[in-house]
């Protein structure tokens, strides 16, 4: 992949999100930074219509969909991405459940307890992300750090006051 195959801006529908706590809000600020700072992303319809990254993407849930909206570095819309989430709805729930066993183990638990809660997460985690590669193929070619920190993001998105 190019330098310019990456994402260099990434943001929330901020409508989209009606409520997080403390906890997810610092998953969110992290999976943001982390994306930015260190990700492989091509878009494939967009650079075969002669756009070039560095991208800006908009992240949005619409009607069950994950919306992924595409500037390339000129600020040019390069087209959107449409992901039907149902696919993704098991590994949400399993997610927050296992996130939410973390986050009070981490308040009371011993540290072999806390590790082995971890390793379930991370383990969901990866199975979530190996969906999402399958999901993009044929539209997007990243790498699976960055599809992991967007899973991460899509699950935000799906939390609801």
């Known amino acids: ?4 195959d990456r994402i260099a801006h990434v943001e929330l529908d901020e409508a989209t999100i009606l409520w997080r706590n403390p906890d997810v809000e610092q998953e969110r600020r ?22 070039a990254g560095p991208w800006a993407l908009a992240l949005a849930v ?5 919306a992924i909206s595409i500037h390339d570095a000129a600020g040019a819309d390069a087209g959107a ?10 590994e949400v729930r399993e ?10 183990a981490l308040r009371r638990a011993s540290a072999q307890e806390i590790e082995t809660i971890d390793m379930a997460r991370r383990a969901i ?15 997007v070619e990243t790498d699976f750090a960055t599809a992991r920190r ?7 998105l799906h939390i609801k006051a």
């Open 95 to 104: 997610y927050f459940a296992i996130c939410e066993s973390y986050y009070n």
């Open 150 to 156: 967007l899973f991460t993001l899509i699950c935000v």
């Open 62 to 66: 619409i009607d069950g969909r994950l």
């Open 125 to 139: 985690h990866d199975r979530a992300t190996r969906q999402l590669i399958e999901a993009l193929e044929g539209k």
């Open 30 to 51: 992290v999976a943001m930074e982390d994306l930015v700072a260190d990700n492989s992303f091509r878009p494939l319809r967009a650079a075969e219509q002669g756009h």
């Open 81 to 90: 991405i449409g992901l039907g989430l149902a696919r993704f709805r098991r």
């Open 1 to 4: 992949m190019l330098a310019t």
